[in-house]
């Protein structure tokens, strides 16, 4: 019977120890560098907010945070390779607006858009700005939009690519107010606005920080704004919901991790990104990138998020009939 009691203990033991250890290496976490997977090419404005989010997060979590760009298929690679990751906490996402559309435009994904991620929390939201070509007759929204309405199919828009935060920008104006612009879509938005600088297309919806460059430049004419309200780094142009009610767009960066991670993972994770959107150095990198950073970022509120912007951008993908394959 003794030898049964003492095998029974050491089982015990082990069984305990295996119960303890998870909890140890998550009071522990993080101890080792975390890896934010970057979906897109280095240098683009998503890699550029990145770099400035790991460096002042890396202060936050006091381990390094790295950016990894892996880029391919509008997103997917990265987004794949993150969706089949450990769930420890060392291997992040952080992703765009082509997350929430990527269900709509491509006929299948290597992974479930909100099953195989946890929602960490939003960061920043990127508007948009709607330029013209300076040769358009429209000098007021409300005269483009009559102008867009007179000349149905015969308006063409630039974008950075089919599904791009420029796209459906363009593509909820024709979806809400009832226009047919035609999408021109380029490798990037650099060359995009090329073209429309070159008067090969009309208008388009670019970044904020890029597309206000060329306004200042002279190079374009602006006309409005994309969120709700005005910029206010542009008070005097309108927010394009004030001619197109319920009109609002723009591009976002969230954080997402592998699902089945620990609650308590993602809690730090999510407690310590809150306290980086409030650092001095990142607010002012946002600025100047034309970011809005997020005040109080939870799993919770990015999860309602996500299926809201699917909810919001799968219609107008429909009507547009977007398709990435």
Not at 124 to 153: C, D, M, W
Not at 168 to 193: D, F, I, W
Request: charged share 15%; proline share 8%.
């Amino acid at each position: 019977m003794i030898p049964s009691l003492s095998r029974f203990a050491t089982v015990l033991g082990l069984a305990l120890l295996g119960a303890v250890a998870p909890a140890a290496a998550q009071s522990d976490y993080p101890a080792r560098p975390i890896r934010l997977v970057v979906p897109y090419a280095a240098g683009g404005p998503t890699d550029t907010f990145a770099r400035s989010l790991a460096a002042s997060w890396s202060r936050q979590l006091k381990a390094q945070v790295v950016v990894e760009n892996r880029t391919g298929a509008g997103t997917i690679v990265g987004t794949e390779y993150v969706s089949k990751a450990a769930p420890d906490g060392y291997t992040l996402l952080l992703t765009t607006v082509a997350h929430a559309v990527n269900p709509s435009i491509h006929a299948s994904l290597p992974y479930r858009t909100i099953e195989d991620f946890a929602p960490v929390g939003l960061a920043a939201r990127a508007p948009l700005v709607l330029v013209v070509n300076k040769s358009v007759p429209a000098q007021t929204l409300g005269e483009f939009i009559a102008y867009l309405k007179a000349h149905p199919g015969k308006v063409n828009y630039s974008s950075a690519g089919v599904g791009s935060a420029p796209h459906l920008g363009a593509e909820l104006l024709n979806y809400k107010a009832g226009t047919k612009a035609v999408h021109v879509p380029y490798r990037g938005s650099a060359p995009a606005m090329a073209d429309l600088i070159g008067g090969h297309v009309e208008f388009m919806l670019d970044s904020a920080p890029t597309g206000l460059a060329q306004v200042r430049s002279g190079t374009v004419r602006l006309l409005a704004t994309s969120m709700s309200k005005r910029l206010p780094q542009t008070v005097d142009s309108p927010a394009i919901a004030e001619a197109v009610p319920g009109y609002e767009a723009y591009t976002w960066n969230a954080v997402f991790a592998p699902a089945k991670i620990s609650p308590e993972i993602v809690r730090k994770l999510s407690e310590t990104l809150g306290q980086t959107l409030h650092e001095p150095a990142l607010q002012a990198k946002a600025n100047e990138l034309g970011l809005i950073l997020e005040p109080k970022p939870t799993p919770e509120a990015l999860g309602q998020f996500l299926r809201a912007e699917i909810a919001k951008w799968t219609p107008v993908a429909t009507a547009a009939n977007m398709k990435a394959d």
